[in-house]
């Protein structure tokens, strides 16, 4: 389990640290408990910043190597100005981004040498839902399609088990697809 | 109180063969048995249950099915008879009507409590069925009342049923099946499909059974596979017996007008949510079908069968529609859960579980000295919780049993001098 069949594959994925870690966690659920977090302020109009940084995990405090923030707005036609991505393509980069990275562990740990991947992502919505046009229609996305072009030392069908594999392990896959509680507080 | 050397929860196809080998070693035995003999099979089963394995596969120590249609699958009621006259064959001691309701250490062996007086004995194998407890998500609390809910155990006929739609949760054998015969009754199904094991029912010409006995898949040995703990969580291959030997797969059931959903996630605003995970679990299902199709005629191949076999025709992929990630509960009068089993151990002490109440063993071998389950899948090999394939299993149990009974007795006699 903790041996690599290929070992000249080096797709960059620490996959021994990884296995370690589940084999630490099965051993010390408590362990396996994390929290995210994101600190967010609004600056103008529909413009916030929503910075990252400290998280909890392994049994104790967490931070990031830095802080990483992030602009959001929405764009010139929405008679905004445009600072950064729309919120909903915040989900969009957040759904790739896990993907990606599901994509090179589960390959670097079926030694599998990737040598390029790359996704386009296409999320159809009706602005009928959000501006209260029609009660029928959701707010959010109507279908998300990630197309994969992935070039691996690899069959196809090996490739396509892996990005099956990476649904199935992904922790944004499974918040956009299953209902997830969500509370909202004012303090 | 009453003694024995071996008491053996359980007089079902695992309890059977283990009390069988037994009788061979001439082990002093009983089995307690909460209801009747194959008391699943007798009562838990509904009408028109098959076997998913062809009846040549129904091998166990001592006894085989000698009927004519060897290719043919056992009704769910020929399997009861088919294990009663198994227990006659060797005339094994089954207690009826005895529920076992703990079972302690003792320093001599064990005391086995039932709801008919104790038993003290040496050793202890459990044997009660892996499919007697139905695991149903907690999501059933959420459901509104006035929709009924049910397991495949309690599932029968289609006229149980009132003539409103139904939410088949779970593609796996009893999902599947239960979705194909409620929707041939003419009611509106919805099949919620999660993780399933897409298989034909027959491949080259052969049965699928006969291909993963052929190449040994089922022989598979717990301490050979690469993760034990996800083997044996793998749902239930979605196959079903008829005597048309047909393949019930999502795209046969969607051609018989069943609407296929993702995987029942969540309750909201009197609906159903269902995930949108579907296409991905199809895809998955596709690829692990096809991996092992390829085995097949990699296996074909190097044996020189090619030329008695008919062509290589692979199943179509699975056509995935874009599913409903919405039903209302206004368009279902009932919910069946068939969403597998999680047995349970109230008479074993809790030491003996897992934080999610398994019993923890080593390829049937329990913590406890002298102690030992039987039956469950994957048990010691992939086909530990067929009906063909605990017969291996009791034999190797039986043996560690009988050595387990012989170091016991070695190393107690100085203490007892002493």
Redesign the interface.
């Known amino acids: 389990m903790t041996t690599i069949e290929n070992p000249t594959v080096e797709n960059g994925v620490n996959v021994e640290a990884l296995l370690g870690a589940r084999e630490a966690m099965t051993g010390a659920r408590p362990a396996a408990q994390f929290q995210w977090r994101a600190g967010c302020e609004w600056v103008h109009g529909t413009h916030a910043a929503t910075t990252v940084q400290s998280f909890f995990g392994v049994g104790a405090e967490q931070s990031h190597r830095q802080a990483f923030t992030v602009d959001t707005d929405h764009p010139e036609i929405f008679a905004s100005e445009d600072n950064g991505p729309t919120p909903p393509e915040m989900v969009l980069i957040g759904l790739a981004g896990c993907l990606t990275a599901g994509i090179a562990t589960v390959a670097t740990h079926r030694g599998i040498q990737l040598n390029s991947v790359k996704a386009t992502i296409e999320a159809d919505m009706d602005l009928a839902g959000i501006l209260g046009i029609d009660a029928d229609v959701r707010n959010g996305f109507g279908n998300i399609t990630v197309r994969y072009e992935i070039d691996a030392d690899a069959t196809d069908e090996e490739i396509k088990a892996v990005v099956a594999q990476s649904q199935k392990r992904s922790a944004v896959f499974d918040t956009v697809t299953n209902p997830t509680n969500v509370v909202v507080e004012v303090v | 109180m009453r003694t024995t050397t071996v008491v053996i929860v359980g007089a079902g196809q695992a309890g059977l063969a283990m009390s069988r080998c037994l009788t061979d070693r001439s082990i002093d035995h009983v089995l307690l048995e909460r209801g009747e003999t194959a008391n699943s099979w007798r009562t838990e089963r509904w009408d028109s249950l098959r076997l998913l394995t062809p009846n040549w596969l129904t091998r166990l120590p001592g006894w085989r099915y000698t009927g004519d249609d060897q290719d043919g699958y056992m009704a769910a009621r020929d399997v009861t008879e088919f294990l009663d006259a198994y227990r006659r064959s060797f005339d094994a001691p089954v207690e009826s009507g005895t529920t076992v309701v703990s079972v302690t250490a003792r320093s001599d062996g064990y005391l086995v409590e039932t709801d008919q007086g104790p038993w003290r004995c040496r050793c202890v194998v459990v044997a009660a069925g892996a499919c007697s407890s139905p695991k149903i998500p907690a999501l059933a609390a959420a459901v509104p009342s006035d929709i009924a809910q049910l397991a495949p155990i309690d599932y029968r006929n289609p006229s149980q049923l009132d003539s409103g739609g139904v939410l088949v949760v779970g593609a796996s054998a009893s999902g599947a099946q239960i979705a194909d015969e409620l929707r041939r009754s003419g009611r509106d199904v919805t099949l919620a499909v999660g993780d399933h094991v897409r298989l034909p029912r027959s491949y080259r010409g052969m049965d699928i059974h006969w291909w993963m006995d052929t190449i040994g898949q089922l022989d598979e040995r717990y301490d050979e596979v690469?993760?034990i703990t996800r083997a044996r969580r793998l749902p239930s291959l979605q196959l079903i017996g008829s005597p048309e030997r047909r393949t019930l797969d999502l795209n046969a059931l969607a051609g018989s007008g069943v609407g296929l959903v993702?995987?029942f996630?969540?309750v909201?605003s009197a609906k159903a949510?269902f995930?949108?995970?579907f296409a991905?679990f199809c895809?998955?299902a596709d690829?692990k079908q096809?991996?092992l199709l390829d085995l097949i005629d990699e296996f074909a191949s190097d044996h020189g069968l090619d030329a008695e076999l008919t062509e290589a025709d692979r199943p179509e992929p699975t056509a995935i529609p874009?599913p409903r990630t919405e039903l209302a509960f206004s368009e279902i009068t009932t919910i069946v859960w068939a969403t597998g089993f999680r047995p349970q151990f109230p008479y074993l002490d809790s030491d003996l579980l897992d934080?999610k109440g398994a019993v923890r063993h080593d390829g049937g071998v329990m913590e406890q000295p002298g102690m030992y389950v039987l039956g469950l899948p994957f048990t010691r090999r992939r086909k530990s919780s067929f009906l063909d394939g605990v017969g291996p299993d009791a034999l190797d149990l039986s043996g560690h049993l009988v050595q387990h009974l012989e170091s016991v007795s070695t190393s107690r006699r100085p203490k007892m001098a002493g």
Request: proline share 0%; aromatic share 0%; hydrophobic share 25%.
């Open positions: 690469e993760d993702g995987r996630a969540g909201s949510q995930s949108g995970s991905n895809a998955a690829l096809g991996r874009a934080h």
